[in-house]
C-alpha cells in the first residue's frame, strides 16, 4: 500500500515550453502533497506544500508564477514549470503524506527527470 | 540559519562492518526525525521515524537514535551487505509540517 505515481518519468522541452508533471497517491487519500527538486549530487529542496482544495504554500525563493501547483483532488497534484528555462533542469520529486495511522509518513514518488535544451 | 549536515558526503565499508552515518542540524526543533533510502535516479523510500521523546529505535538490522540536546541523529546499519550500498538521508519534521532534508551520505558496501 501507500503507493505514489508520477508521470512523466523524464521529458526533455524546448526552452520557453511549459512541462506538467503529475503526482497520484494510487492507494490512499492524500491531503497534504509536497513537491521537491534536487540537483545532481545534492539533497532534495522542499519546493512547496500543496493542500487540496486550497492555494500552494512555497518556500522561500521558489517562484510561485514559474511553478503552478494545482492539487484538484485528494489523489492528484500537478506541478507545472512554466517558460522553462535549462536551469530548471532538474530531478522532480513530489510525496504524499497519508492520514491517520500512517501520517507521519510521507511516500514519494518516483521522480520525473526534466531537461530543458 | 538553518542547517542540516550529515558527517560525509561519501562513506566506504567493508561487507559485514557497521555502517554508522550522522545527521546533525542548527537551528531547528524538530518533533521527530526521520531516515530514508535513495538509489539513484529513484524518489526516497522511508526506513524509521524517531520522535523527539525517544532515545533509540530498531527495525531489523537498522538503529536510530536521536539526541536533543546534542541536536544530532546517528543511524547504523549492522552486518552491512553490497544491496544496503545506496545515499541515506535525514530528514526533520518541523511544526509547519514541512520535512527539510540533509545532504546525503553515498555509503558503497564493498564485498
Known amino acids: 500500500g501507500a503507493v505514489v505515481s508520477q508521470h512523466p518519468s523524464w521529458v526533455i522541452c524546448k526552452s520557453g515550453t511549459s512541462v506538467k508533471i503529475e503526482c497520484r497517491s494510487l492507494?490512499?487519500?492524500?491531503?497534504?502533497m509536497f513537491w521537491y527538486r534536487q540537483f545532481p549530487k545534492q539533497s532534495l529542496m522542499l519546493m512547496a506544500t500543496?493542500?487540496?482544495?486550497?492555494?500552494?504554500?512555497?518556500e522561500q525563493g521558489v517562484e510561485k508564477d514559474k511553478f503552478l501547483i494545482n492539487h484538484a483532488s485528494l489523489t492528484l497534484s500537478t506541478l507545472t514549470v512554466t517558460s522553462a528555462h535549462p536551469e530548471d533542469s532538474s530531478f522532480y520529486i513530489c510525496?504524499?503524506?497519508?492520514?491517520?495511522?500512517?501520517?507521519?509518513?510521507?511516500?514519494f514518488g518516483p521522480g520525473t527527470r526534466l531537461t530543458v535544451l | 540559519s538553518q542547517k542540516i549536515e550529515q558527517n560525509s558526503e561519501a562513506l566506504n565499508i567493508q561487507e559485514g562492518k557497521t555502517a554508522t552515518l550522522t545527521c546533525n542540524y542548527t537551528?531547528?526543533?524538530?518533533?521527530?526525525l526521520q531516515w530514508y533510502r535513495q538509489d539513484p535516479g529513484r524518489g526516497p523510500v522511508f526506513l524509521l521515524l524517531?520522535?523527539?521523546?525517544?532515545k533509540e529505535k530498531r527495525k531489523e538490522r537498522l538503529k536510530v537514535t536521536f539526541d536533543t540536546t546534542l541536536k544530532q541523529s546517528l543511524f547504523h546499519i549492522t552486518a552491512s551487505q553490497p544491496a544496503d550500498s545506496a545515499t541515506y538521508l535525514c530528514?526533520?519534521?518541523?511544526?509547519?509540517?514541512?520535512?527539510?532534508f540533509g545532504t546525503g551520505t553515498s555509503l558503497t558496501v564493498i564485498p
Open positions: 510525496s504524499a503524506r497519508a492520514e491517520g495511522l500512517l501520517r507521519n509518513e510521507q511516500f
Open positions: 492507494d490512499f487519500q492524500a491531503t497534504t
Open positions: 500543496s493542500n487540496e482544495g486550497s492555494k500552494a504554500t512555497y
Open positions: 537551528n531547528y526543533s524538530p518533533a521527530y
Open positions: 524517531i520522535r523527539e521523546n525517544e
Open positions: 530528514a526533520l519534521h518541523n511544526t509547519g509540517n514541512q520535512f527539510y
